[in-house]
Structures are given as C-alpha cells and as structure tokens.
C-alpha cells in the first residue's frame, strides 16, 4: 500500500464525525495497516459477529449493512463468504473510508456503497438474504428521521421501520440502545431493562418477524461471550455497563 493512502485512511478514521472511531477496523484491514485503530471505548464488535454467524449462514449470501461506520461488519461478511454486502453509511467520512479500504482489499466488487442514510420511509425496492440494523434506530429523530418526533412516536416508528424491513430479507440482526438520541436523560424504557426492551420488540414485530435467537452479553473471567437468552442474563447488570446491557436479536420473517 501506497504510504500517501496509508496515512488518508488513518486521518479519515481519526476525523469522522459524531460516531467516529466507533468500530474497530476488520482484522484483514488492521494487518494491512500495521496498527490497530483503537475506537473511543470498546463495542465488541468481534463478540457480536460471533454471534451472528452461529445464527446466521453468510456463505454467498447477499447482505445489507444499515449504518455499517466503519465497516467492520461488512468486511467479516465478505471474508466469511458474503457474495455481496450493500453498504450504507450517513457520515461520507466513513462511506470514503470504507471505498477506499474495499479499493486496498481488492473485494470492491463486492460492496456496493452508499454514501447517504437508509431510506427507511422509502426503501429501495431490492431483496437481501441478511440485513444488518446494529445501534443506529435509538438515534431516529437525531441523526436521521423527523426530527420533531417525541419519544412515543420514536418507538412506534422503530417498529414500523422494523416491520417494513421484512418486506425485503429472509433474517435481520437488530440491536439498539436504551437512550433515545444516545441521551441518558431519554431513556426509552421506564426502568431501562433487557425485559422491557425484548418485550417491547417481540410484541411490536410478533406478526411480521419470529425470533430466532437473542445474544446477550456475558463476563467470563475476562472474556465478554454472547449467550442465549436465560433467566439468569435477563437481569440488567449494571457493573458491565450500558452498551453490554443491550440484546442483540436474531429475526426471521414470517411468511
């Protein structure tokens, strides 16, 4: 690589806008840039994706990254087999980051890239195997969306956007936090707990989606492993902070 394209792609990572240095880098870009690009505080992505490929076939399958930052996500999916990742990204700081290192990696026939927010009001009339919804709906109203919407509406909008989703996938991996616009001071739930947030989306999709498996995160010894739902790990552990409080959701859709 390039030294010139090199150090744009370290000053794109380090200059991205609100959610900059939010992922890290897929570990088949860390070993090309010879550093690994550390985000603001950890978001496990590895854990995650671990995750999904126990729930999820990726192999030849074609995939859409909503909200995809920095790209880790569709990058394990093309290494893991993808035959094609559509990727969308509002802040063109990554979406360019994203180009080029698709350009470095020589897989750019395999992305497509969209420089601009999911239309969710009007999304494109195309099918996926897999969509990927990974913490961006917690932002609606903020980032993208109505920004005149008040938190009731916010939530029934989440589960409309959901639910238009399955109109165009076989299986979506959804997760979200608990602060509407990622304010603390606008929780979504009354007490801010796993059972609120898994009712509240098992009951707003149950006609459109079926829940295949739900992750949540666990302490083992120093590890963080994502594990099937129990009556044990439904418990709001507050020790492990918020990020490791949110489920992450396996959906089919129901035909």
């Given at each position: 690589?390039?030294?010139?394209?090199?150090?744009?792609?370290?000053?794109?990572?380090?200059?991205?806008?609100?959610?900059?240095?939010?992922?890290?880098?897929?570990?088949?870009?860390?070993?090309?840039?010879?550093?690994?690009?550390?985000?603001?505080?950890?978001?496990?992505?590895?854990?995650?994706?671990?995750?999904?490929?126990?729930?999820?076939?990726?192999?030849?399958?074609?995939?859409?990254?909503?909200?995809?930052?920095?790209?880790?996500?569709?990058f394990e999916m093309v290494?893991?087999?993808?035959?094609?990742?559509?990727?969308?990204?509002?802040?063109?700081?990554?979406?360019?980051?994203?180009?080029?290192?698709?350009?470095?990696?020589?897989?750019?026939?395999?992305?497509?890239?969209?420089?601009?927010?999911?239309?969710?009001?009007?999304?494109?009339?195309?099918?996926?195997?897999?969509?990927?919804?990974?913490?961006?709906?917690?932002?609606?109203?903020?980032?993208?969306?109505?920004?005149?919407?008040?938190?009731?509406?916010?939530?029934?909008?989440?589960?409309?956007?959901?639910?238009?989703?399955?109109?165009?996938?076989?299986?979506?991996?959804?997760?979200?936090?608990?602060?509407?616009?990622?304010?603390?001071?606008?929780?979504?739930?009354?007490?801010?707990?796993?059972?609120?947030?898994?009712?509240?989306?098992?009951?707003?999709?149950?006609?459109?989606?079926?829940?295949?498996?739900?992750?949540?995160?666990?302490?083992?010894?120093?590890?963080?492993?994502?594990?099937?739902?129990?009556?044990?790990?439904?418990?709001?552990?507050?020790?492990?902070?918020?990020?490791?409080?949110?489920?992450?959701?396996?959906?089919?859709?129901k035909r």
């Amino acid at each position: 690589m390039k030294h010139e394209t090199r150090e744009t792609l370290i000053r794109l990572y380090h200059t991205a806008g609100k959610h900059g240095q939010y992922q890290i880098l897929s570990p088949m870009i860390q070993e090309i840039l010879g550093l690994a690009f550390q985000p603001s505080k950890p978001r496990f992505e590895k854990e995650r994706f671990r995750f999904i490929v126990e729930h999820c076939q990726i192999k030849n399958k074609k995939v859409l990254d909503i909200g995809g930052n920095a790209g880790f996500f569709t990058f394990e999916m093309v290494n893991h087999g993808a035959g094609q990742v559509v990727y969308y990204e509002g802040d063109e700081t990554y979406a360019t980051l994203v180009e080029i290192l698709a350009k470095v990696l020589h897989v750019e026939e395999k992305i497509v890239i969209h420089k601009t927010y999911f239309p969710f009001d009007t999304p494109p009339k195309e099918s996926y195997d897999l969509i990927l919804l990974l913490n961006v709906m917690h932002h609606i109203g903020d980032d993208f969306g109505n920004k005149f919407l008040n938190r009731d509406r916010a939530k029934a909008k989440i589960l409309e956007y959901l639910n238009v989703l399955s109109a165009h996938t076989d299986y979506l991996v959804f997760q979200m936090g608990f602060c509407w616009k990622g304010n603390r001071n606008l929780p979504l739930f009354p007490h801010g707990t796993k059972e609120e947030m898994i009712q509240y989306i098992v009951r707003g999709t149950e006609r459109f989606w079926r829940i295949v498996a739900i992750g949540i995160p666990e302490k083992h010894g120093e590890r963080i492993v994502y594990c099937p739902l129990s009556e044990k790990n439904i418990k709001r552990d507050d020790s492990l902070g918020e990020f490791l409080n949110r489920p992450l959701f396996v959906l089919e859709v129901k035909r």
